[in-house]
């Protein structure tokens, strides 16, 4: 198992900066990459950005390319989400997620979550 807490959401202005963190605990040794996710009120879960536990490969989502960047530190366990020129729609829970396939194109191939943490960005 792989217990993921996230923290760093918070209320910011359009434009403006919030940068996230995820711990994680546990098995981590099994992970072969961490992902960010984000919800919406009365939509559906999105992806917005991933790393490689191993390699440090990063892809996003193209809403958050240019703007957001993720990063990690494994010896910590720890994966951030830094993002910049933050606009009203990035409101959303956003969740750190684990997975231990070689495959994760999908939101069910991530096997661990987090319990989120609210951002919200005002007009």
């Known amino acids: 198992q792989v217990q993921l807490v996230e923290s760093g959401g918070g209320l910011v202005q359009a434009g403006g900066s919030l940068r996230l963190s995820c711990a994680a605990s546990?098995?981590?040794?099994?992970?072969?990459?961490v992902g960010w996710f984000r919800q919406a009120p009365g939509k559906d879960r999105e992806f917005v950005a991933s790393?490689?536990?191993?390699?440090?490969?990063?892809r996003y989502a193209d809403s958050v390319k240019g703007r957001f960047t993720v990063s990690r530190d494994n010896a910590k366990n720890t994966v951030w989400l830094q993002m910049n020129s933050l606009k009203p729609e990035a409101t959303a829970i956003y969740y750190c997620a684990a997975t231990y396939s070689l495959t994760y194109t999908s939101i069910p191939s991530w096997n661990y979550w987090g319990r989120g943490t609210q951002v919200t960005v005002s007009s």
């Open positions: 790393i490689d536990w191993g390699g440090g490969s990063a």
């Open positions: 546990g098995r981590t040794f099994s992970m072969t990459a």
